[in-house]
């Protein structure tokens, strides 16, 4: 009998991505979480989907 191991690609799993990174987890975690695929490569994917919803406690918009 043969186990066939199913993973998705960052592609196909970019909502599961942008949830999880929402929701606070970090880039090694996801990457567990999705599986096959390395923490630089959930960097790199967030990155370049710039719909990151974390925010930088330590920027301050000025608006004036």
Known sequence: ATTEIY???????????RKL???????SQIAT???GVSRNAVIGK???DRKSTRLNSSHVALSR
């Open 33 to 35: 979480e999705i599986g």
């Open 7 to 17: 993973t998705l690609s960052l592609h196909d799993a970019l909502p599961i991505l």
């Open 21 to 27: 990174w929402s929701d606070g987890l970090s880039a």
């Open 46 to 48: 967030v990155h370049r």
